[in-house]
């Protein structure tokens, strides 16, 4: 056993987890605890959130519609905090209420400056995203999706127009606390190719499924919610961008990436996923 120490207020608390050459699923071995990107090192900071109180609250928005809303303005080469701002900014201007506001409303205000701390910034894709969301809200005032499971809602959403299965994974993950669903960004993939726990060869335009269900099989291999194991890696990844960009530059798989996400981003710009 390798032991894992967890440093508290008033006290510490230990936890045991199994040897590094130990596997985690079959292939992948557990690693120590104190190596970026092991499993064992996401084992650790998972239940490090869990135990410090500072577990990540994953949830956008106070209703589905303003959940799938901020979905969809994020994502897709837009950064996180861009998105919510223009989220904020529409839900501020009503979009979101019971009221409903037509798709050239929508455009004008994501065309508008939006203040991202204290600097005005331009939202890119205005008029995409106005159309898909103008359509979303439409769908979700006439219908009610089914909330039975995480994967329920998500092919729910995936007949909405500009939904597709990582903006739909995402909203039933946050929604609903889903582990029968992952969120399959280019940061996760980063992870699981350097972790060894997702295939090189398999991409999120042909495979998301087969991809889903490899980081599902790795978050129960870990007896950890996948919920909160997609959160944790995204989230360590994207604050520790220049230590992960060193590891991918020593490798092929960032080449590789890269490619596999233009084409991607090429391919849902056609398709209009």
């Known amino acids: ?14 936890l045991e987890f199994p040897e590094p050459n130990c596997e985690v699923i079959p292939g992948v071995k557990w690693g120590t605890i104190e190596t970026f990107l092991s499993p064992a090192y996401w084992a650790f900071q998972v239940y490090s ?28 080469g837009i950064p996180a905090q861009v998105g919510i701002a223009a989220y904020n900014h529409l839900k501020n201007q009503g979009v ?28 890119r894709f205005a008029k995409q995203k106005a159309k898909y969301l103008a359509n979303a809200m439409d769908k979700l005032s006439q219908d009610t999706p ?18 597709g299965f990582k903006t739909a994974s995402w909203v039933a993950r946050n929604w609903l606390d889903a582990d029968d669903v992952a969120i399959l960004d280019i940061h996760i993939l980063r992870a699981g190719i350097l972790g060894g726990f997702l295939s090189k060869n398999l991409s999120v335009e042909r495979n998301y499924l087969e991809l889903e269900e490899e980081f599902l099989s790795f978050s129960r291999g870990l007896g950890i919610k996948a919920s909160e194991l997609d959160a944790v890696i ?4 994207m ?11 020593s ?5 590789d990436l890269k490619f596999k996400k233009r084409k991607e981003t090429i391919t849902q710009l ?4």
Do not use: P
């Open 239 to 249: 604050s520790s961008s220049s230590i992960v960009h060193e590891l991918m530059n």
């Open 96 to 123: 979101f209420s019971e009221i409903k506001s037509s798709e050239q409303e929508i455009y004008n205000l994501l065309s508008e400056l939006i203040d991202l701390d204290g600097k005005r910034i331009k939202y």
């Open 251 to 255: 490798s092929s798989i960032d080449t």
């Open 1 to 14: 056993m390798q032991l894992g120490v967890i440093f508290l207020e008033k006290t510490n608390i230990s």
């Open 270 to 273: 056609e398709m209009r996923i």
């Open 146 to 163: 089914s909330f039975k499971s995480g994967q329920d809602l998500r092919n729910w959403l995936l007949n909405v127009s500009g939904i």
């Open 49 to 76: 959130q869990r135990l410090t109180g500072s577990k990540i609250n994953y949830k956008l928005g106070t209703t589905l519609k303003e959940e799938v809303a901020a979905c969809l303005l994020g994502g897709h």
């Open 234 to 237: 995204w989230l360590e990844m």
